[in-house]
């Protein structure tokens, strides 16, 4: 299905959020309640068929989509989140920023071995956040599904890090 | 309906995020499909004859609600977030913590005049940030049609916060 017309609802901001960024805004797409439902029912289209019975949605964009797929798959949703807000025992995983380092986590217990987990967020850019997922759900003993985005940035080439798995994104950028 | 069963999926965790407090953590319901369905379910149909234009949710976890409401209702999503996270031009409301102030701010063009807006979080407490979110849908012009939220926690009286509003909460406690 093309999806290029919501192009048309992602507002551009540049320099932000630091000068020479051009930001893709997807707020506007997201108040539309038809592109919203466009969205949601792509992904949910793609991923069907998956046997995916969690979706893993990253603080705090993912949590936008993530959870919206998973009632409309049927699947439950995991969040995982930045360091000290989850309350209960929670697994760690560091990656790299341009300078210095992050660190995702996710509840031990979340996801059970041998299930299969679709990843969401809104963008893949570098993919070190979407990488760290995929480490933080194969320590648990899950399976990676698959990797779903609304909008992937070409040009910072993130889907490398993520090779092996299957990736999937609604709309592509080149600048 | 009662919903009364759901309280068996969210776990209790004692001294969290602070000693003295008893935290009640959702993900254990999240993950668990047919709960998920059940949450948002219930609140689609509370307010499927309401008009709701859009429904709104504040960052972080009140996006996890939100966005899967706006779409079982065929409603847009607007997403209330914690300082400069927005890229395009936004307004301000500031709330009481228990010790300072913290703030909140909307998208200025993401409400229209006269729209009905639902606001969407997953606990409502003190009532601070449901408060501050209203204010920031009538600066923009909109109508807040009600509030729902999925755990109440009635000792700590955020009801009264909202005295006018509908509020609406799935799941409350008394301790």
């Known amino acids: 299905m093309n999806l290029e017309h919501l192009k048309k609802l992602i507002r551009e901001v540049p320099d932000f959020?630091?000068?020479g960024?051009?930001?893709?805004?997807?707020?506007?797409?997201?108040?539309?309640?038809?592109?919203?439902k466009t969205v949601i029912d792509a992904l949910r289209d793609r991923y069907k068929g998956a046997g995916v019975a969690q979706v893993l949605g990253v603080e705090a964009r993912g949590f936008i989509f993530a959870p919206a797929l998973a009632y409309?798959?049927?699947a439950g949703f995991v969040p995982v989140r930045?360091?000290?807000?989850?309350?209960?025992?929670?697994?760690?995983?560091?990656?790299?920023?341009?300078?210095?380092?992050?660190?995702l986590e996710i509840h031990e217990d979340a996801v059970q071995k041998g299930q299969r987990v679709l990843i969401v967020d809104d963008l893949l850019?570098?993919?070190?956040?979407?990488?760290?997922?995929?480490r933080l759900v194969e320590k648990l003993g899950g399976v990676v599904a698959g990797f779903g985005f609304v909008v992937e940035l070409d040009f910072l080439k993130g889907r490398e890090k993520l090779a092996g798995y299957e990736v999937h994104s609604l709309l592509h950028y080149d600048k």
Do not use: V
């Open 125 to 134: 850019a570098t993919g070190g956040t979407a990488a760290a997922t995929a």
């Open 21 to 36: 960024i051009l930001f893709y805004d997807i707020t506007t797409l997201l108040k539309d309640p038809a592109s919203l």
């Open 82 to 103: 930045k360091p000290k807000k989850l309350p209960a025992k929670a697994i760690r995983e560091e990656y790299q920023l341009e300078y210095g380092t992050d660190a």
């Open 17 to 19: 959020p630091k000068p």
């Open 72 to 74: 409309a798959l049927g």
